[in-house]
């Protein structure tokens, strides 16, 4: 796999869903400018592999901006090092000599038809590593993207969502890349419309902490104060809980309730098993112009415009099935770890 990240409180739980599931093999970890600057998201990157003590993975730095757009970031989201309350110890990993665009060209040219690709934050470096090889998208065995919404309220503007808003013209170039493909090769995108069905629960915190034996019992709640931080025995259950947290009371302050959607974990789960969803195949392009409407994305579901499909959008899967899925495995490794 090659995983291009802005991480990011989500991103983060995505990387240790990868890091736990045996049929994960991450070639590459690309960082996006997004929910934080690229050099923080590189560096969250790092000490997340620390505290999963992983192996030599490839950690790569991307684009600074977008393609043309100014870079909008969002830390009242996800805090100011885009991990919450999490305090992770700086790491002393080195980040690659190449950047995320030449990994992105260089992995899928050394194996093609192998490598599924995963985006959970804006897609400016997929765009650039696709202007330098035309190709790529027929060498990628698959791509998924969490992002867009269709028949959902936007989270960044009323009808776009973060990822595409961030890069509405990386986005727009990617989709129209991809156009062509057989319908098991166009890209699976998850878009809110299934991702905020994904409610991280403060019992889901409890579940994932007793699974990883950790104590004492973990209890985030609504009353606690801000300032409440964990103190679970088994750092990786300390570190996401204190992150999710901060997630859990933004939703809250913006009236969604006490919990956190879990986009970008959905769609790394997706990425390993795109069985767990049904898909409905599209055409989709991104809106760049409007005055109200930049950065939606927009889907011809019946062909009038009379362009070859070029995503399968994801709309219905098992909320349940997947916490369970991954409550079991980052438990675990959480477990097998410390």
Partial sequence: MIVDVDTGIDDSLALLYLLAHPRA??????STAGNVPVDQVAANNLAWLDLCKAGDIEVTLGAQTPLLAPLMTTEDTHGPQGIGYAELPVSQRKLSNRNATNAWVELVRERPGQITGLVTGPLTNLAMAIRIEPALPRLLQRLVVMGGAF??????????????????????????????LPADRLPIVCPLDITETMEMRPDHIARLAERAGSSPAEVIADHHAPTTRSAASNPVIRHFSDAVRFYMEFHRDHDQGFLAHMHDPFAAAVALDPSIVTCRVATVDVELAGTLTRGTTVADW??????????????????????????DRVGGMAERLY
Avoid at 159 to 176: G, K, M, Q
Avoid at 306 to 315: K, V
């Fill in 151 to 180: 028949h959902h309220p936007g989270n960044t503007t009323p009808t776009s969502e973060w990822n595409i808003a961030v890069d509405p013209e990386a986005a727009a170039e990617v989709f129209a890349a991809f156009a062509g």
């Fill in 25 to 30: 093999e991450i070639l590459s970890i690309a």
């Fill in 302 to 327: 019946r062909g009038m415009w009379g362009r070859e499909p070029n995503a399968a959008i994801a709309t219905t899967t098992d909320p349940v099935r997947f916490f369970d899925d991954l409550i």
